[in-house]
Nanobody
Framework: QVQLVESGGGLVQTGGFLRLSCLGT????????MGWFRQAPGKEREFVAS????????YYVDSVKGRFTISGDSTKNTWYLHMKTLKPEDTAVYYC????????????????????WGQGTQVTVSS
């Protein structure tokens, strides 16, 4: 059974940094793309960043470009989201997700039933 477990969330001041981790278990993720999403109170879940299975292609939502970096270590089945210069508007529950990558990263439908999701980790940025 595939499981994704996020960790690394917490409370940080504006301008601070955090590194979120997502550990995948239950199968090999060699050809799986990975994404990070977040959901703030009262808002819908939004895409934050994604990385393809080779690690050579990444995408970011405009609001985090230059501040967040997504990466992965296939040998450890672990992905990361490095977040710096955090802002109060980054406060949310952060989720990782993974799916078998059939084509270009940009073409992934993260709402597909084949996507695996973690349970989320809370990030709170105080002003």
């Amino acid at each position: 059974q595939v499981q994704l477990v996020e960790s690394g969330g917490g409370l940080v001041q504006t301008g601070g940094f955090l590194r979120l981790s997502c550990l995948g278990t239950g199968r090999s993720f060699g050809t799986f793309a990975m994404g990070w999403f977040r959901q703030a109170p009262g808002k819908e879940r939004e895409f934050v960043a994604s990385i393809d299975w080779t690690g050579g292609s990444t995408y970011y939502v405009d609001s985090v470009k230059g501040r967040f970096t997504i990466s992965g270590d296939s040998t450890k089945n672990t992905w990361y989201l490095h977040m710096k210069t955090l802002k109060p508007e980054d406060t949310a529950v952060y989720y990782c997700a993974t799916v078998w990558q059939r084509g270009p990263l940009a073409g992934i439908d993260w709402s597909d039933s084949g996507v695996y999701w973690g349970q989320g980790t809370q990030v709170t940025v105080s002003s």
